[in-house]
């Protein structure tokens, strides 16, 4: 098991070196639940995280938003891809499973997404021009989620540049679906 937890510690740092190493506030494990349980800004959620995890006080701010932005950078998001497929191999493994005719129910939904404005996320994603003369850029990204529609679980999601078909990313999608 401690092999596997340093697996998952040292695969979610991006390839950096002496990134998420030292104790700061944002360990790791409180990294990931945090970014999970993001609901509004990230100071409130800092703060009622504090609050209700921690049992820290809303009147003494621990950690900024800031703090949160530069953890979040470094965090690879390889780290969200492998809890998931945790998840997914726990629940069939432990969970009665819905089935219909004998068969799992599974279906495939593909999206475009508008993503933040960061050369980063540019050099990534790219920036395909838009409008009448083509001179509207945004990043822009193609989705796709696989879900077990009769047990209520995400199987799989994959996201590629805004020119990578649904298709391509639902063949990705074969390498998680098991027989039944």
């Known amino acids: 098991m401690s092999s596997k937890k340093n697996t998952l510690k ?3 740092r991006d390839g950096q070196e002496n990134v998420l190493v030292r104790e700061r506030f944002f360990t790791l494990k409180k990294l990931i639940l945090i970014i999970m349980l ?3 800004s990230y100071q409130r959620e800092i703060d009622r995280f504090c609050k209700e995890i921690i049992g820290g006080d809303y009147d003494i701010r621990q950690v900024s938003k800031s703090a949160l932005s530069q953890a979040r950078k470094k965090l690879n998001p390889w780290a969200f891809q492998r809890l998931n497929e945790v998840a997914v191999e726990s629940f ?3 969970a009665e499973i819905n089935v219909w005719r004998e068969m799992r129910v599974l279906a495939v939904d593909g999206s ?6 960061s050369e980063d996320i540019a050099k990534e994603f790219g920036k395909p021009g838009f409008g009448p003369n083509a001179n509207s850029e945004t990043s822009l990204a193609t989705c796709s989620l696989l879900y077990d529609v009769l047990n209520h679980i995400t199987i799989d999601a994959q996201i590629g540049p ?3 078909s649904e298709r391509s990313l639902l063949d ?3 390498a ?3 027989a039944g």
């Not at 475009?112 to 404005?117: C, D, E, F, N, V």
């Open 10 to 12: 040292s695969q979610s």
């Open 162 to 164: 805004y020119t990578e």
């Open 92 to 94: 069939y493994e432990g």
């Open 112 to 117: 475009r997404l508008r993503l933040p404005q």
């Open 176 to 178: 998680k679906i098991e």
């Open 172 to 174: 990705k999608h074969f």
């Open 38 to 40: 993001l609901r509004s």
